[in-house]
């Protein structure tokens, strides 16, 4: 669904209260958009970044966050083995972005 289709939803009293809402600062719908990130966010963090391996919420998993401060992603690791692979391709990318001049 469309954001215009979104809006199109909306009753006139829903319209109002938005309108209100992003006039203020748009605090309550920052809340919301937030909100729903995190459920998303949540929901990748369920499978292991390397291996796809179903992470077990009740047993000791790794997880990173890394990327700009503005664009911030999220990898969750199964083993300490998998994070090390990560890791590694990680600073493989650095090195090759360094001799080539980020090209």
């Known amino acids: 669904m469309r954001f215009r289709d979104l809006v199109n939803n909306l009753d006139?009293?829903?319209?109002?209260?938005l309108k209100?809402?992003?006039?203020?600062?748009?605090?309550?719908?920052?809340?919301?958009?937030?909100?729903?990130?995190?459920?998303?966010?949540?929901?990748?963090?369920?499978?292991?970044?390397?291996?796809?391996?179903?992470?077990d919420q009740y047993s000791t998993n790794y997880t990173i966050l890394?990327?700009?401060?503005?664009?911030?992603?999220?990898?969750?690791?199964?083993?300490i083995d998998c994070l090390e692979y990560f890791v590694s391709k990680l600073k493989n990318m650095g090195e090759v972005e360094e001799t080539d001049g980020g090209k």
């Open 66 to 79: 890394f990327g700009p401060d503005d664009f911030k992603k999220r990898a969750s690791f199964c083993e």
């Open 20 to 55: 209100k809402d992003l006039i203020g600062g748009a605090t309550a719908t920052k809340k919301l958009i937030d909100d729903k990130i995190k459920e998303n966010e949540k929901g990748r963090e369920k499978f292991c970044a390397v291996c796809d391996r179903k992470l």
């Open 12 to 17: 006139h009293f829903e319209l109002l209260a």
